[in-house]
């Protein structure tokens, strides 16, 4: 399995993965699955500071996760959010893990000190992997969405990236890492 950066043609594979989620899950708070020149546009958006990446397994994109700002004021700037999906057919073969694994490499070279993801209730299986790669629950929003005729409850899970002093160097935007 390669892990790269996802690129805008890549937008069709990742429409299919998460149109099923949208569609049929309470997992994603999206009611309408985006097109793929909505894929295409919120890649090429993301990819402008932040990294999205892809797991491609023989021509095949398995799995995608991206990361983004975590809230817009100005002290949150050392703090990312974090989202992961997975095609059905490669669930539970460690292609999450692989993709935050190398997604935390980069958004640590990127100088982010903190990762947070939400995970609509009840989901065991994205928490079992959010846990297992190092996110602890920080709380949890109460019916704060509603899809699917309920109000729906997100956990709140965060991972510490890394730590700085009292001057943390600034973050860098993604296609200004070299080497990475």
């Given at each position: 399995?390669?892990?790269?950066?996802?690129?805008?043609?890549?937008?069709?594979?990742?429409?299919?993965?998460?149109?099923?989620?949208?569609?049929?899950?309470?997992?994603?708070?999206?009611?309408?699955?985006?097109?793929?020149?909505?894929?295409?546009?919120?890649?090429?958006?993301?990819?402008?500071?932040?990294?999205?990446?892809?797991?491609?397994?023989?021509?095949?994109?398995?799995?995608?996760?991206?990361?983004?700002?975590?809230?817009?004021?100005?002290?949150?700037?050392?703090?990312?959010?974090?989202?992961?999906?997975?095609?059905?057919?490669?669930?539970?073969?460690?292609?999450?893990t692989a993709l935050y694994g190398?997604?935390?490499?980069?958004?640590?070279?990127?100088?982010?000190?903190?990762?947070?993801a939400g995970v609509t209730l009840?989901?065991?299986?994205?928490?079992?992997?959010?846990?297992?790669?190092?996110?602890?629950?920080?709380?949890?929003?109460?019916?704060?969405?509603?899809?699917?005729?309920?109000?729906?409850?997100?956990?709140?899970?965060?991972?510490?990236?890394?730590?700085?002093?009292?001057?943390?160097?600034?973050?860098?935007?993604?296609?200004?890492?070299?080497?990475?």
């Amino acid at each position: 399995m390669d892990i790269r950066t996802a690129d805008p043609r890549d937008a069709s594979a990742i429409a299919a993965i998460y149109a099923p989620i949208v569609r049929e899950t309470a997992i994603s708070f999206e009611t309408e699955p985006p097109s793929v020149d909505e894929v295409a546009r919120r890649v090429r958006a993301t990819l402008a500071a932040f990294p999205w990446l892809v797991a491609d397994e023989d021509g095949w994109i398995v799995g995608y996760a991206y990361a983004g700002p975590h809230r817009e004021r100005a002290a949150y700037r050392w703090s990312c959010e974090a989202s992961v999906y997975v095609a059905a057919p490669a669930r539970r073969q460690g292609v999450a893990t692989a993709l935050y694994g190398r997604l935390f490499e980069i958004l640590r070279a990127q100088n982010y000190a903190n990762v947070f993801a939400g995970v609509t209730l009840p989901n065991d299986p994205s928490l079992a992997v959010h846990t297992a790669v190092g996110f602890r629950e920080v709380g949890v929003y109460s019916r704060v969405g509603f899809k699917f005729g309920e109000w729906r409850d997100v956990a709140w899970l965060g991972f510490e990236l890394r730590r700085f002093g009292a001057e943390p160097p600034e973050p860098i935007p993604f296609p200004r890492l070299s080497g990475v």
